[in-house]
């Protein structure tokens, strides 16, 4: 992900629908979707409480200052439920053509076979038995069906990942969490996702006036971002190692194609 003054940023025509007296941004920027993970039960998520918070979150969606390439699309998830939370904002930056490429029945696997593919993807090829030891649970029909659809394949009782560059779409995730105070529980909460995300950032609403909020992100290799600014102030470091990161980066990999196959975009 790359983010370019000389580029501009993505901007949002029109003010923010509403819901009741929820501020409900609509992205209707080509090449941008923002999923409301509540409203979509194969997400699930949390709804957006009114207050200060969300309306920062809002300020940031109408401006929207990321880029990508003409390959690439854009989608914003806004407080997805995961194991370890719900961040308020997850931006996942995907390859259309690696997805264009996918079969349509793929849009229904589970979780627990994304979790098949995650293993195979990290730890390298597995017997099924070895599969059904790190799952806890027979996981015959899930192999089958991943095989089915290209995306394992097998020597003998050996299962393996088919191809990580043609199964795995995704090439950015950024993850940001909205505070107006209580910036140390706001560095607590981004650093909870680096375990998925390629950048973690906290959204402030201002800069803060002591360095040692500066220090603090700093330490725990998350970075800064400020409503408004087309650039953090302070920047996440890009973790070394490539997507996917885990089990979560495979989640966002399915929803968000997912999500652009039900709009009818992919």
């Known amino acids: 992900m790359r983010t370019k003054k000389s580029m501009g940023s993505v901007r949002v025509p029109g003010p923010p629908q509403y819901l009741g007296n929820m501020p409900m941004p609509l992205v209707r920027k080509s090449g941008v979707d923002l999923i409301q993970c509540v409203d979509d039960k194969g997400i699930g998520g949390r709804r957006p409480r009114v207050g200060a918070e969300t309306h920062l979150v809002n300020q940031f969606l109408l401006e929207l200052p990321f880029s990508t390439k003409p390959t690439q699309r854009l989608t914003i998830f806004q ?30 696997i589970t979780r627990d076979e994304v979790r098949i593919l995650h293993i ?3 730890h390298g090829s597995q017997t099924e038995e070895q599969l059904k030891y790190l799952l806890q649970t027979p996981i015959k029909r899930w192999i089958d069906r991943l095989a089915n659809l290209g995306l394992i394949s097998n020597r003998g009782s050996i299962w393996k990942l088919s191809s990580i560059k043609n199964s795995f779409a995704v090439r950015h995730i950024i993850a940001l969490e909205a505070k ?87």
């Not at 308020?88 to 229904?108: C, F, G, Q």
Request: net charge neutral; aromatic share 10%; proline share 8%.
């Open 79 to 108: 407080e997805p439920k995961l194991i370890s939370g719900f961040p308020d904002l997850v931006a996942v930056i995907w390859h259309k053509p690696t997805a264009n490429r996918w079969m349509t029945e793929r849009a229904s």
């Open 120 to 122: 195979l993807a990290c």
């Open 180 to 266: 107006i105070s209580d910036f140390s529980k706001a560095v607590e909460q981004a650093s909870l996702n680096k375990w998925f995300a390629s950048e973690s950032y906290v959204l402030l609403p201002k800069s803060p006036k002591s360095g040692n909020c500066l220090r603090d992100a700093q330490s725990e290799g998350v970075g800064i971002w400020i409503v408004g600014d087309p650039e953090p102030i302070l920047r996440s470091p890009v973790r070394a190692e490539e997507q996917p990161k885990s089990y979560a980066s495979w989640l966002f990999n399915e929803w968000a194609w997912r999500s652009s196959v039900a709009r009818g975009l992919a």
